[in-house]
């Protein structure tokens, strides 16, 4: 056989085992909960994933509601533009009503015919009142003549006295 190497352990045979301390048998216990930590990373990663949910839902809504915001903005810019078209239809009519062909084209439509002769009409029987040669609502021509000047230094403080202003009369 060949020599051992020095400076190694002695082997054991095979056959014997080795020998161990014998243990102290404990006694059973309660097992203990898992570690606090893994439990809130699971409640921290449930908590994340229903919040992304509420936000999903949000921003749905949210969604649904400026859609048929949008919807009832259109079908007032349309209902707007048809007033407007409206508008300017009506505008046009009144505007054509309005012209002389308008008028003569209504006056016609209701009846009415172009006189065959033109007539003054006056208020008086002919030759009982002359025509004006001027103005005749000029103050020139009239007798109106203004009210005459009221003395304040006088009147002032002064309490009127009862039916000073009846029917432009006065009590003095």
Do not use: W
């Not at 409206?86 to 209701?110: C, K, M, N, T, Y």
């Amino acid at each position: 056989m060949a020599p051992r190497a020095q400076g190694r352990a002695t082997q054991r045979a095979p056959a014997t085992p080795a020998s161990r301390p014998e243990r102290k048998r404990r006694d059973l216990k309660v097992a203990e909960a898992p570690a606090a930590a893994r439990r809130s990373i699971t409640d921290v990663g449930t908590l994340l994933a229903l919040g992304m949910f509420a936000v999903c839902l949000a921003l749905a809504a949210l969604h649904a509601v400026l859609v048929e915001n949008q919807a009832s903005l259109d079908d007032l810019i349309e209902r707007n533009q048809l007033s407007r078209e409206r508008i300017d239809q009506l505008q046009a009519e009144i505007a054509f009503l309005d012209s002389p062909e308008g008028l003569a084209e209504h006056a016609h439509s209701v009846g009415l015919v172009p006189a065959a002769e033109l007539v003054l009409l006056t208020p008086v029987g002919p030759g009982q009142l002359k025509p004006p040669v001027t103005d005749p609502f000029s103050l020139g021509l009239s007798d109106y003549e203004p009210p005459p000047a009221v003395d304040t230094t006088r009147s002032a403080g002064a309490i009127p006295t009862r039916g000073a202003f009846t029917r432009g009369k006065s009590a003095g």
